[in-house]
């Protein structure tokens, strides 16, 4: 099998040159996204990341922008704030071309860097929330806004929204006054959908919430710290992944791209950026709770890797949870961080946990793809199962209705697999206990809002009792409770994990709807 799809991918090169054979790709299939972002270290991680998951993106645009943390000034009036530049990003692809070679023998679907940089722009970098200056990556924005494709655009913001809001208001001025207005306004807000990872600056509530009051947004306001710089604030049992040993083993010494990737004391020191928020070079001594090559923080990558094609369906529905978290169901058109897991360490429902319970699996398929980078045949390196559902992924059922699901794997590289079906009853509708949960505003959120939000188990909580015969084979079984009522979820989660390097895992989602 490995030789065979080797062999099959050298050949779509070699005959009809890369760019050709990635053409066949149905880059419409997948989530369509544009990157904002303020070039902060983390945001600069999170680059490095988003490059090695583009093969399952249509990464439309990267725009430099500006934070509440980091500002360009404008050499007058404003001076520059924690400002890093915006050489990085190009250093970043230059090296992504290095080792694209490598890359596309693993995944015939990445682009080549020179495809982004293309569509690299600088937007409004000045001061924070700047708005007023219409700048190149404003009117990239706007002109992609605009386009003609009618996909869900996810407009991921790892800084501020500023130039998201100078595009928005470009297109108002230039429209607002027409008779194509309504029409284009309705458009955007079908079409846009905001991941925001915290609110950077005002633009945001100033501008866009009150006039383009319809568009879809996702806040995640607090759960995203903890693959940030708050890793350390939850419990040990998740943070295995985010510590030195597992760091240098998995992620160090894997080509050009991955030596730009920052871990703790590494020595790297970021020119504009304040002395203090240094973590390559002397951040440990004042901070001993830190080692060598620890995890520093990846933030703002939930936001693109709730669009991760892995088969947890999560970019559908936030409220479905996945890489990217899970959020509450839309209050409107916006979802926030009140969607809580189980966390069966805390023995608590915890939002924060709704993200972490996913690290492991998460940081597994990247150390893999960083292999990628350097592995130049496919036969060298690791890579996911592959799972078809022998069932629809959407069912309906009666109340105690049994339903079998049945699903077959295999695996790319030859290795072996095993299958486990779990139930996500935090996602589901249907509620296994009937007692009245407390109200959100009686949550607690922990000393400061880096914590999330909480809440302890109910004396004799019932949490899943939905009984899964077969849950390590290929086919499970499970009766639909009895009380279910019209139109109540069940959402069944399959896992497949193979026994190569990293133990890399596939999923499958089925929802079960009453009827």
């Known amino acids: 099998m490995k030789k065979t799809l080797a062999k099959a991918l050298a050949l779509g090169v070699a005959t009809f040159g890369f760019a050709n054979f990635a053409e066949a790709a149905n880059y419409n299939s997948m989530p369509r996204t544009v990157i904002t972002t303020d070039g902060e270290v983390d945001d600069m991680n999170s680059v490095i990341r988003a490059l090695l998951y583009s093969n399952e993106m249509d990464i439309a645009g990267i725009v430099i922008t500006s934070s509440t943390y980091h500002y360009a000034g404008n050499n007058a009036e404003i001076a520059p704030f924690r400002w890093t530049g915006t050489n990085w990003i190009y250093k970043f692809l230059d090296d992504y071309e290095k080792v694209y070679p490598n890359l596309i023998k693993h995944d015939p679907n990445y682009r080549p860097a020179s495809y982004y940089r293309n569509l690299t722009h600088i937007g409004n970098i000045s001061n924070v929330g700047e708005m007023d200056q219409i700048t ?92 940030a710089y708050a890793w350390k604030l939850h419990e040990d049992e998740v943070n295995t992944p985010l510590k030195a040993d597992w760091n240098i083993k998995n992620l160090l010494n894997k080509g050009a791209l991955m030596d730009n990737y920052a871990l703790m004391d590494d020595g790297r020191w970021l020119e504009g950026e304040l002395p203090e928020e240094q973590r390559g070079v002397g951040y440990i001594q004042n901070h001993p709770e830190y080692v060598k090559y620890d995890f520093i923080s990846e933030g703002d990558s939930p936001s693109f890797l709730y669009l991760a094609n892995n088969g947890l369906r999560s970019y559908e529905n936030p409220s479905f949870g996945g890489w990217g978290g899970r959020f509450g169901a839309f209050n409107g058109n916006r979802a926030i961080n ?129 009984q899964l015969e077969g849950a390590n084979t290929n086919k499970v079984t499970f009766t639909v409770p ?15 994990q193979d026994n190569g390097a990293h133990n890399l895992k596939a999923y499958k989602r089925v929802i079960v709807t009453v009827k």
């Open 136 to 227: 190149d990556g404003s009117e990239f924005l706007k002109n992609l806004f605009l386009d003609d494709d009618d996909r869900i655009l996810y407009v991921q913001t790892w800084g501020g929204t500023n130039t998201t809001a100078r595009a928005l208001k470009s297109i108002e001025d230039e429209y607002k006054n027409t008779a194509q207005w309504q029409a284009i306004r309705d458009k955007l807000q079908k079409k846009l959908f905001l991941y925001i990872i915290l609110d950077q600056d005002d633009s945001y509530n100033n501008y866009i919430a009150k006039n383009w009051s319809n568009l879809t947004v996702v806040n995640d306001r607090c759960d995203f710290w903890h693959f």
């Open 482 to 496: 009895a009380d279910a009522k019209p139109g109540d979820t069940i959402h069944i989660i399959l896992e497949v």
């Open 338 to 466: 009140d969607a809580l897991d189980y966390n069966p360490v805390t023995k608590k429902f915890d939002s924060v946990y709704s993200l972490s319970r996913w690290f492991m699996d998460m940081q597994n398929d990247f150390a893999a793809r960083a292999d990628w980078c350097v592995a130049d045949s496919f036969d060298k390196a690791n890579h996911a199962p592959k799972i078809q559902l022998k069932v629809r992924e959407n069912l309906s059922a009666k109340p105690g209705q049994k339903i079998t699901l049945r699903a077959n794997a295999t695996d790319p590289d030859g290795d072996q697999i095993t299958y486990r079906w779990w139930r996500y009853f935090e996602a589901d509708t249907y509620q296994d206990d009937k007692r009245d949960k407390p109200a959100i505003e009686n949550f607690t959120v922990g000393e400061n809002f880096l914590m999330g939000m909480t809440r302890e188990l109910l004396p004799n909580e019932i949490l899943d009792s939905i």
